[in-house]
Nanobody
Framework: QVQLAESGGGLVQAGGSLRLSCAAS????????MGWYRQAPGKQRELVAT???????NYAESVKGRFTISRDNAKTTVYLQMNSLKPEDTAVYYC???????????WGQGTQVTVSS
C-alpha cells in the first residue's frame, strides 16, 4: 500500500501562486506516474497534470503555461507549482499515485485551493 501526504493548499488572490507537494510512502513501485487532479463544486474530478518516473509530463489545456509539475524520485515526491492562479482554479486538489505494472491508484486526502478575485 501507498500513503500520500499532501500540503501547500490555501487561499490566494487571483494572479498569485501556490506550490503543492505530495510525498508518497509505503510500498513504492518504481514504475509509476504521479500527478494532481482537482474537483470543483458540482464538477467531476479532472486531470491537472501528471509526471512519469523519468519526467514525461501531461497537462490539462487549462493549466498549460501556468502550472508546472515536477518530481523528486529520491523522495518520491511530486510538486505542482501553480502560477497566475485564476478563480476557476478553485477546487480540491488530489494527489495521485499510479503503479503502472500493478494498475493500482492511490489518492491523497485532498487539499483545498481557493483563488479569490
Amino acid at each position: 500500500q501507498v500513503q500520500l501526504a499532501e500540503s501547500g493548499g490555501g487561499l490566494v488572490q487571483a494572479g498569485g501562486s501556490l506550490r503543492l507537494s505530495c510525498a508518497a510512502s509505503g510500498s513504492i513501485q518504481s514504475r509509476n506516474v504521479m500527478g494532481w487532479y482537482r474537483q470543483a463544486p458540482g464538477k467531476q474530478r479532472e486531470l491537472v497534470a501528471t509526471i512519469a518516473y523519468f519526467g514525461t509530463t501531461n497537462y490539462a489545456e487549462s493549466v498549460k503555461g501556468r502550472f508546472t509539475i515536477s518530481r523528486d524520485n529520491a523522495k518520491t515526491t511530486v510538486y505542482l507549482q501553480m502560477n497566475s492562479l485564476k478563480p476557476e482554479d478553485t477546487a480540491v486538489y488530489y494527489c495521485n499515485f499510479r503503479s503502472v505494472t500493478d494498475r493500482i491508484d492511490y489518492w491523497g486526502q485532498g487539499t483545498q485551493v481557493t483563488v479569490s478575485s
